[in-house]
């Protein structure tokens, strides 16, 4: 087991996430897609935190609660007196009840709306630290957490951080709008009866453990339900998360019925595992009303002692109202609690994906990379993606002088970006080391040596919002640097395209920017690895999506891009190659240099193209 660990927590993280008041629950280890059942309660103590700084909404609306109630409680017997009091006929007196009548059902509005306005407040206030929270922690997440065959789904995250988080919601306003009212019901009620009758509370009391049995194991089991059915509504988001950005792969491939047929499975599934939902919570009340039989009861007894003339009429009837107004907070607390196991699953999942251990640490005494030459040096390199799968990379050596350009060839899913990602240390390798002038990587602070080690990839990024947003996007927190930008596009032979958009460097990219041909795109990827100016640049296949005039000019753009640092080029096309000065072949997790020419001689007659992919 381990705690939460928040000690690298994100500098411009809301400052909740520092403070002491930052769970500390422990939690066993969870799996990628992190569904370990914590012992009991722990959800709802794990929610404590979030709910402590709205201490003041909380106790308003409890405070209004309170109000509310007790206007209630001075309703009922006005209301009860009012046909007397037309008989009477005074019409003084009459109007005087009246007028308190008013005031009475004018503050019973007023409360009730407030208190459900100030736990509400409370309630929408915690779902907004837990979401801040929750994505704050997911983004420090390790690569691996995304990645490969366990990942988790991207659209299972945004299920979880959006509506499980407004389920979350739902369930604290739930509990916060019941435990006080109910609880003050069912002590007045309570004091009421034992005034009353002792014996006969004590009576009504023996139904109260049985009733408390049954919510108890009708809970667990809609908590069950409950879970089955979060999970099923979560693979219908992440299902749709991941076929509407393939759309065009779709309709090209004229799949849609297949398509249809996959979200008609899901959807019925989930359609089941809700139908199981609904009808347990319709079930569980009725259970509940078993609690009426104890009133029968009550109702038995009491014949029985009037027969034997030891009771008088009116403290039975009394003592009857009393036991039906009492019942009514029992159910409410009863119906809080199935709130609570029916949102359990939603806090769990949610709150799950803030607890994990990173591979990836950055040190205490990391130290800031400075300036530095560019020498890279990978010593022993072993790394492999699981522990039952076979290493990637096996006992690699690279040297890579400073300024030196050089290639890496070999074929498809030999591990040449899985190298990348090493010198990103988005992943640690298991054996040896990566040094850059010298200094081991896992020494240096992760944003310096990320500032220091840029990646210019074959899918490129684009993210909602303008090009210099684009360009510039480093810097979005820190204010971007427009003469930086539009001298990044200018090398990156973008500046033309994008001066002939409707507002040019404030034009908006669009749904991750499908308005832009493959080579635009990969000019504006080059133009921010221009705006980041990297010691070390990695050009993971960089050019192997475009055709051959977008080629030309996004060549050009990453000649300007190369010049005066150490480049890993990861390349695809042999003119790629020839652009450098050292090639490696990546093969079976071993390196081997090979020259130019012997890589023309190897690669002669055997492919009709320029491809080098083998
Ligand atoms: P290349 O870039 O040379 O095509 P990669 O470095 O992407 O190859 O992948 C190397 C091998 O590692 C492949 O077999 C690939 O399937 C596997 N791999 C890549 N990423 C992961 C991951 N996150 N989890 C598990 N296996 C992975
Ligand atoms: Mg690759």
């Known amino acids: 087991t381990y705690t939460y660990n928040t000690s690298n927590a994100n500098p411009f993280s809301v400052s909740f996430c520092k403070s002491s008041s930052t769970p500390t629950t422990t939690a066993t280890a969870t799996s990628p897609n992190g569904r370990p059942p914590p012992t009991k309660f722990t959800s709802l103590v794990s929610l404590k935190p979030y709910l402590q700084s709205d201490w003041r909404p909380i106790l308003s609306g409890w405070v209004c609660s309170a109000v509310s109630v007790y206007s209630l409680s001075k309703i009922v017997p006005l209301v009860g007196k009012f046909p007397s009091l037309l008989t009477t006929a005074n019409p003084m007196h009459l109007r005087k009840e009246g007028l308190v009548l008013g005031v009475l059902v004018l503050v019973r509005i007023i409360a009730s709306y407030l208190q459900q306005a100030f736990l509400w407040e409370a309630a929408l206030n915690c779902v907004y630290k837990i979401r801040v929270y929750v994505f704050n922690r997911v983004l420090q997440r390790d690569l691996g957490f995304f990645e490969g065959e366990k990942g988790v789904l991207p659209g299972d995250i945004a299920y979880r951080i959006t509506a499980e988080a407004s389920d979350v919601g739902d369930t604290v306003y739930s509990l916060l709008d019941t435990i006080v009212p109910s609880t003050l019901q069912f002590a007045a009620m309570a004091t009421q009866m034992v005034i009353t009758s002792p014996t006969f509370s004590l009576i009504s009391a023996l139904a109260i453990p049985s009733m408390a049995f049954i919510t108890g194991y009708l809970g667990e089991k809609l908590r069950e339900i409950s879970n089955e059915a979060h999970l099923s509504i979560a693979a219908l988001s992440a299902y749709l998360n991941e076929v509407f950005p393939s759309i065009l792969f779709v309709k090209a491939n004229n799949t849609e019925s297949c398509e249809i047929v996959k979200f008609q499975s899901i959807a019925s599934t ?44 009116s403290a039975i009837f009394s003592f009857i109202t009393s036991l039906v107004l ?51 040096k990978f010593c022993g390199v072993s790394f492999k993606y699981g522990d039952d ?12 002088k400073a300024g030196e350009t050089i290639a890496l060839v070999g074929p498809s899913g030999g591990g040449k970006t899985t190298l990348a990602k090493l010198l990103l240390r988005l992943y640690d390798p298991l054996f040896g080391s990566i040094l850059i002038d010298g200094i081991d990587i896992r020494n240096v602070r992760l944003e310096s040596l990320r500032r220091h080690v840029g990646l210019v990839s074959q899918d490129t990024t684009l993210f909602a919002g303008t090009i210099s947003e684009n360009i510039g996007y480093r810097d979005l927190m820190t204010g971007i640097d427009m003469r930086k930008v539009e001298l990044a596009a200018q090398t990156a032979n973008a500046d033309e395209f994008i001066k002939n958009l409707p507002e040019q460097f404030e034009t908006n990219v669009g749904p991750r920017g499908s308005n832009f041909s493959g080579g635009q795109k990969q000019r504006l990827a080059i133009a921010r690895a221009q705006y980041q100016n990297p010691s070390i640049l990695i050009l993971d296949e960089a050019t192997s999506a475009l055709d051959s005039r977008s080629e030309l000019l996004v060549r050009q753009a990453l000649q300007h891009l190369m010049q005066n640092r150490t480049v890993l080029v990861i390349a695809h096309r042999l003119e790629t190659v020839l652009m450098t000065e050292r090639v490696f072949l990546l093969n079976d997790g071993k390196l081997r240099e090979v020259s130019h020419s012997s890589l023309m001689d190897e690669l002669h007659g055997s492919l009709s193209s320029t491809e080098l992919v083998i």
Do not use: W
């Open 270 to 313: 989930q359609l089941s595992a809700y139908l199981r939902k609904k009808k347990m919570k319709a079930f569980i009340p009725h259970i509940v009303q078993i609690m009426y039989f104890g009133l029968l009861f009550a109702f038995g007894v009491a014949s029985l002692v009037i027969s034997r003339g030891s009771f008088n009429c």
């Open 326 to 376: 009492l019942m009514q907070p029992i159910q409410g607390v009863g119906k809080a609690y199935n709130e609570l196991k029916e949102g359990e699953p939603a806090i769990e999942r949610l709150l799950n994906l803030t607890m994990f251990k990173s591979q990836v640490i950055e040190k205490p005494d990391a130290v800031e990379l400075g300036p530095v030459t560019g020498e890279v």
């Open 389 to 400: 799968i076979p290493f990637v990379l096996d006992g690699l050596n690279l040297h890579i």
